[in-house]
């Protein structure tokens, strides 16, 4: 689908969050921890605030249609009827882009007997006040993202370990990077689940598996399932 040019009032509509840009949304597996595996509909809210050089979204800040928070909740509340038990996925891009951190919390008290997990890249602030149904994955960018130090270190007081996960996308050369914010991360909070996750092709899961191994590290890997299940496709 092609990119869509709006007028300044929808414009200001968005920046204001009245209204929700939205790149994509579907039904798929999830790929990722915490929740791999599980049938999840996923939304990709459209912007981001870096650039990171791996990055496998370049199409983050296509807008192909726009919501209301009305028409969202409308619409997740019929997937949800329709399929028992699915889990909801808000993405990007950045879902937490200003406005959106307050009206996403919104989201998931309207519809309090859904699970939502927030995919953030965790340069925004988090919600410490998250209602128990909404769940921060906190991806902590590493030097191969090229954009230098973007995590904000105040997450790790609004975390909650049994809600709330943090996920590190390395290659070969981040590692010595990722035990040093494990360090950081088991000083301020010994049970928040860390999750490390291989770039394709740039790192073996035999050297990934040994660094956390011969470090002793309280971390898990990640797969990206999806990629396994269907390739590099967008839509799945
Ligand atoms: S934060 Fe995510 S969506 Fe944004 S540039 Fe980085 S990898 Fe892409």
């Not at 882009?97 to 309090?112: F, K, Q, Y």
């Not at 010595?176 to 490390?196: A, D, F, G, H, Q």
């Not at 394709?200 to 990640?222: C, P, Q, V, Y």
Request: include cysteine; proline fraction near 5%; hydrophobic fraction near 35%.
């Amino acid at each position: 689908m092609g990119e869509l040019t709006f007028d300044t009032h929808i414009m200001e509509e968005i920046r204001s969050g009245q209204k929700l840009p939205i790149v994509e949304r579907f039904v798929t597996i999830s790929g990722e921890a915490p929740t791999m595996g599980q049938p999840m509909y996923l939304v990709r809210f459209s912007g981001c605030n870096l650039s990171c050089r791996y990055c496998d979204t370049p199409y983050r800040n296509e807008i192909n249609e726009i919501l209301t928070i009305a028409q969202l909740c409308d619409d997740i509340d019929r997937i949800r009827i329709s399929y028992p038990g699915i889990i909801i996925l808000f993405t990007g891009g950045e879902p937490l882009l200003e406005p959106r951190g307050t009206i996403v919390t919104d989201i998931a008290m309207r519809l309090h007997d859904v699970q939502f997990y927030v995919e953030t890249n965790g340069s925004m602030m988090i919600d410490e006040a998250a209602p128990d149904n909404l769940h921060y994955v906190l991806d902590w960018k590493t030097p191969s993202a090229g954009g230098g130090e973007t995590f904000c270190v105040d997450n790790l007081h609004r975390m909650r370990a049994d809600h709330d996960v943090i996920k590190f996308v390395t290659d070969e050369s981040d590692l010595p990077y990722i035990k040093e914010k494990i360090e950081l991360i088991r000083s301020k909070n010994e049970s928040i689940r860390v999750y490390l996750s291989p770039q394709t092709g740039k790192i073996e899961l035999t050297k990934l598996a040994d660094f956390i191994l011969s470090n002793k590290l309280n971390a898990a890997i990640s797969v990206q399932l999806h990629k396994i299940i269907w390739g590099e496709k967008r839509g799945v």
